[in-house]
């Protein structure tokens, strides 16, 4: 058992683009450098940017007033690399809880090591790691072509009569935006590799208990992934709420459109990175029927004793009877019986939610701020007071 749980120490660290990090030596063994890489992603990602645009001369003007390129390189990106240290080692325990706490059967214990040496000889993969940085630059290229000139921002051209990038262009489509796009997509190919872990235990014939005081069978603490996932869900929305604020800062308003599009996409995050959890319905379902006629029946038996001991028009109870263990151990069953048939389909928990929720939604507060003129605000506040 120690074996395995060291061995399943360092899982979801690793996935794109670790290993080329660890060739430039920005990981080493088990020093996985997280504060580090999060400010080098930072220094590379959005200084040059600002430098590089200060040769033009109106394009350090210009970047200073997009909300929306400080919002992905100064704080979602380095956000994407410091998810590594709340994100990975939540994961790993929920994968050695399904063998410390024995919901993996000894039938199944080769499934589910060989499940874990799948997962991390994908997370391992150098081919997974070329394919996302490929699929960086190739989702670069197509943005930009499909783009009119017209549409970059001025920082980004160098504003001759013929239509060429401005070295900060150029710093911006082959290194920041990249950057960005390999931090997303290691981190889809880490959750790809998550949901498959759990669809493959959710097919094992594990050991739950339907009276489990969690609610969920045993499995309540798989709902821990959304509040580890967090950290994933808020640099998204701080790109979302990025582009919001700049569009509020040009146009004065927030269309509509922006509104549910923004409001969508969040709450497809939120499904996303939930729908996982799902795996384990059938299962859970069968565990509450299961309990359901099982319990029922004891709770049935048990309470018919009960009453023909203590129930009954000739039945005389005295203070005594207070000290008997019949009403405790009556009470306490059927306390058990409740978690039966109280049982979640699905093992998510609402204060799970509402971490997910808040890290969705607080890169919004700014906006909502920006939006709204500065008079009704301070009446709002006045309106608080008086």
Not at 110 to 134: C, F, K, P
Not at 183 to 210: C, E, P, Q, S, Y
Not at 338 to 354: F, G, Q, T, W
Request: aromatic share 10%; hydrophobic share 55%.
């Amino acid at each position: 058992m120690n074996e395995t749980r060291h061995a399943n120490e360092a899982l979801f660290e690793n996935g794109p683009p670790v290993s080329l990090q660890r060739r430039l030596g920005l990981v080493r063994g088990s020093q996985f450098n997280v504060g580090r890489r999060a400010l080098i992603v930072a220094v590379v990602g959005w200084i040059p940017l600002l430098v590089l645009a200060g040769f033009h001369s109106n394009g350090i003007a210009s970047i200073l007033w997009e909300v929306d390129v400080h919002a992905r390189y100064l704080i979602a990106a380095p956000l994407l690399v410091l998810a590594e240290a709340q994100c990975a080692p939540r994961l790993n325990a929920i994968v050695r809880h399904f063998a410390d706490a024995g919901l993996v059967t000894d039938k199944d214990r080769g499934a589910y090591d060989a499940a874990v040496a799948s997962t991390r000889a994908l997370l391992n993969s150098n081919r997974a790691e070329i394919v996302v940085i490929a699929l960086a630059y190739l989702v670069v290229a197509a943005v930009a072509f499909s783009l009119s000139f017209d549409q970059f921002p001025v920082w980004h051209k160098t504003g001759n009569s013929a239509p060429a990038f401005s070295p900060a262009g150029w710093w911006h489509v082959l290194v920041s935006l990249p950057l960005l796009l390999i931090l997303l997509f290691g981190w889809a190919w880490r959750f790809t590799l998550w949901a498959r872990f759990l669809w493959r235990v959710a097919r094992m014939d594990l050991r739950l208990l339907a009276s489990h005081p969690d609610g969920a069978a045993g499995l309540a603490v798989l709902g821990y992934s959304l509040r580890a996932f967090s950290p994933i869900a808020m640099a998204l929305a701080m790109i979302v709420a990025g582009r919001s604020a700049q569009i509020v800062l040009v146009d004065g308003v927030m269309p509509k459109e922006t509104m549910i599009f923004s409001a969508s996409l969040l709450l497809a995050v939120g499904a996303l990175l939930a729908a996982p959890l799902f795996s384990f319905t059938p299962i859970l379902i069968r565990a509450l029927q299961r309990g359901s006629f099982e319990y029922g029946a004891l709770a049935n038996r048990v309470g018919a004793a009960f009453e023909e001991k203590w129930i009954g028009r000739d039945r005389l109870v005295d203070n005594s009877a207070l000290e008997r263990p019949d009403f405790s151990a009556t009470t306490d069953l059927y306390a058990i019986v409740a978690n039966v048939y109280s049982l979640r389909l699905v093992p998510i928990d609402m204060k799970s939610v509402a971490a997910l929720g808040v890290a969705l939604l607080l890169p919004f507060v700014p906006v909502v701020f920006l939006a709204l003129p500065a008079e009704q605000i301070l009446a709002e506040l006045k309106g608080l007071l008086f």
